[in-house]
């Protein structure tokens, strides 16, 4: 199935228009930001899916699993031919304590940055990972300069390709970045309920060669056809969006309502409310690439239409009227 790619930034790297996410796939080795249990040979065969569909990265990260998902990716990269070999995004930055599944911070100690891209290296089994990334803004005062810089080092030593953050809402902060080292790109979530990005941050990319990379283009599940107030429910015990805001009242009735009044839409064009909501998030010219999860194969092939999904401007205009109307999510309810 062939997608369109765009260019990474002002890099020389061409990414497909949606890549797979691996946080659900670090199943619940980590109590705290896990979705449940996941089995490794599913999530194998769900990577393995996504390649031979056409995706050509994915998106990972130390904290997902507390280091599981990227062993996991570490595994599958094994089982597939070099020539079929997806680029590897990761991150570092957020830092958990094993024993203690509520406690975690944000550091960017350019002495922890170089210690967790080797992990990050030995449990991918790769030499070099290709979009390396701060996974949010650090909590101890440490100037960003120093944090980029040792970013920046890595390229150098050919650790890294490129680099960019996540997360980071603050354009003084990437403005600081940029000063020292090009931001390649910037991560954001961007979704029908979650529309903050596009008030200006994915603009910022735009203006400055940065790629906009926007997660979680299907609410973390919610914009599905399986949302209901009994799906929500039946989450597993240790799934964090159990205690998400989106996912508890009394915002959880207004996606419900979303959802329903986008189902007619989506019928119309024949879409799943998954496909819609990730050919959506690409309806943003300034966006590069949606980051969508999959647990299986069967999940990838619920949304993987919206990647080739195109929407003329009558369909964002009534997309944007039931946003409206349903008061859900926050955020500007089109592409500018």
């Given at each position: 199935?062939?997608?369109?790619?765009?260019?990474?930034?002002?890099?020389?790297?061409?990414?497909t228009?949606v890549?797979?996410?691996?946080?659900?796939?670090?199943?619940d080795?980590?109590?705290?930001?896990?979705?449940?249990p996941?089995?490794?040979d599913?999530?194998?065969?769900?990577?393995?899916?996504?390649?031979?569909?056409?995706?050509?990265?994915?998106?990972?990260?130390?904290?997902?699993?507390?280091?599981?998902?990227?062993?996991?990716?570490?595994r599958?990269?094994?089982?597939?031919?070099?020539?079929?070999?997806?680029?590897?995004?990761?991150?570092?930055?957020?830092?958990?304590?094993?024993?203690?599944?509520?406690?975690?911070?944000?550091?960017?100690?350019?002495?922890?940055i170089?210690?967790?891209?080797?992990?990050?290296?030995?449990?991918?089994?790769?030499?070099?990972?290709?979009?390396y990334?701060?996974?949010?803004?650090?909590?101890?005062g440490?100037?960003?300069?120093?944090?980029?810089?040792?970013?920046?080092?890595?390229?150098e030593?050919?650790?890294?390709?490129?680099?960019?953050?996540?997360?980071?809402?603050?354009?003084?902060?990437?403005?600081?970045?940029?000063a020292?080292?090009?931001?390649d790109?910037?991560?954001?979530?961007?979704s029908l309920?979650?529309r903050?990005?596009?008030?200006?941050?994915?603009?910022?990319?735009?203006?400055?060669?940065?790629?906009?990379?926007?997660?979680?283009?299907?609410?973390?599940?919610?914009?599905?056809?399986?949302?209901?107030?009994?799906?929500?429910a039946?989450?597993?015990?240790?799934?964090?969006?159990?205690s998400?805001?989106?996912?508890?009242e009394?915002?959880l009735?207004?996606?419900?309502?979303?959802v329903?009044?986008?189902?007619?839409?989506?019928e119309?064009?024949?879409?799943?409310?998954?496909?819609?909501a990730?050919?959506?998030?690409?309806a943003?010219?300034?966006?590069?690439?949606a980051?969508?999860?999959?647990?299986?194969?069967?999940q990838?092939?619920?949304?993987?239409?919206?990647?080739?999904?195109l929407?003329?401007?009558?369909?964002?205009?009534e997309?944007?009227?039931?946003?409206?109307m349903?008061?859900?999510g926050?955020?500007?309810?089109?592409?500018?």
């Amino acid at each position: 199935m062939p997608f369109a790619t765009r260019r990474l930034g002002r890099s020389d790297l061409a990414v497909t228009c949606v890549g797979l996410g691996t946080w659900a796939i670090g199943g619940d080795h980590a109590l705290r930001g896990s979705w449940g249990p996941q089995d490794d040979d599913m999530s194998i065969s769900a990577i393995k899916h996504a390649v031979s569909l056409g995706l050509n990265w994915l998106d990972t990260a130390p904290a997902y699993g507390w280091g599981h998902s990227e062993e996991v990716i570490g595994r599958a990269l094994k089982e597939l031919p070099c020539g079929d070999r997806p680029l590897i995004f990761s991150k570092c930055g957020l830092r958990w304590y094993e024993g203690d599944a509520a406690r975690r911070d944000h550091t960017l100690d350019p002495h922890r940055i170089r210690a967790e891209i080797e992990l990050s290296l030995a449990r991918l089994e790769v030499d070099c990972i290709d979009v390396y990334q701060f996974h949010w803004p650090d909590d101890f005062g440490m100037p960003i300069e120093d944090s980029w810089g040792a970013m920046s080092r890595l390229v150098e030593e050919g650790k890294a390709r490129f680099i960019g953050v996540c997360n980071y809402t603050d354009t003084v902060l990437l403005e600081r970045c940029e000063a020292v080292h090009h931001v390649d790109c910037l991560q954001l979530p961007l979704s029908l309920i979650n529309r903050d990005a596009g008030d200006g941050l994915i603009q910022w990319a735009a203006n400055n060669g940065t790629a906009a990379l926007c997660y979680s283009p299907m609410q973390s599940g919610l914009l599905t056809t399986r949302l209901s107030s009994a799906w929500v429910a039946g989450l597993a015990i240790n799934d964090w969006r159990r205690s998400n805001p989106e996912f508890v009242e009394p915002r959880l009735s207004r996606n419900i309502a979303l959802v329903d009044a986008l189902a007619p839409i989506a019928e119309r064009l024949g879409a799943t409310i998954a496909e819609l909501a990730v050919a959506w998030v690409l309806a943003w010219r300034e966006v590069t690439g949606a980051i969508v999860g999959g647990r299986s194969p069967a999940q990838i092939d619920g949304w993987i239409g919206g990647a080739n999904a195109l929407l003329g401007d009558d369909d964002l205009r009534e997309i944007a009227e039931v946003v409206e109307m349903t008061g859900a999510g926050h955020g500007p309810t089109q592409p500018r």
